[in-house]
C-alpha cells in the first residue's frame, strides 16, 4: 500500500528553525516529484514547494522562498523541507505529496490537480 508519512513539526519561537521530513511506504520517493502543502487554521491547502525526480528542480512559493529549502536525500529516500527564520504565519498543519501524469517533473504552481498521494500531516506551531 503507498503512503507517505511527514514527521519533524512541533512547536518553535519566531525566528526559529524546523525541519520537516517525508517517508514512503510503498512508494520509491526517489523517483517521484514531491510537494509541500500546508493548512492554516479556517483556510484552504497552499501549494508551497516542490521538487522534482528527474533532474533536482525546485520551486517556492513567494511567501517562503528564502526561508524556506526543499531537498531530496537518495540514500534515506526521503524529502526534507528546512524552515528557517519561521513567523507566527507558517503555523500550519503540512502535508507531503506525490505528483502523478508529469514524468517527475513539477507541475505550475496554480496546477494542483496533479498532486495525489497526501500524507497524514504534521503540525508546526510558531508562536511566542
Known amino acids: 500500500q503507498r503512503q507517505l508519512v511527514e514527521s519533524g513539526g512541533g512547536l518553535a519561537q519566531p525566528g526559529g528553525s524546523l525541519s520537516l521530513s517525508c517517508a514512503g511506504s510503498?512508494?520509491?520517493?526517489?523517483?517521484?516529484?514531491i510537494g509541500w502543502f500546508r493548512q492554516a487554521p479556517g483556510q484552504e491547502r497552499q501549494l508551497i514547494s516542490c521538487i522534482s525526480s528527474t533532474d533536482g528542480s525546485t520551486w517556492l512559493t513567494d511567501s517562503v522562498r528564502g526561508r524556506f529549502t526543499i531537498s531530496r536525500d537518495k540514500a534515506k529516500h526521503t524529502v526534507t523541507l528546512q524552515m528557517n527564520s519561521l513567523k507566527p504565519e507558517d503555523t500550519a498543519i503540512y502535508y507531503c505529496?506525490?505528483?502523478?501524469?508529469?514524468?517527475?517533473?513539477?507541475?505550475?504552481?496554480?496546477?494542483?490537480?496533479?498532486?495525489?498521494?497526501w500524507g497524514q500531516g504534521t503540525q508546526v506551531t510558531v508562536s511566542s
Open positions: 510503498g512508494v520509491d520517493l526517489d523517483i517521484e516529484a
Open positions: 505529496v506525490t505528483v502523478n501524469g508529469k514524468g517527475g517533473l513539477c507541475p505550475y504552481p496554480g496546477e494542483t490537480r496533479w498532486y495525489d498521494y
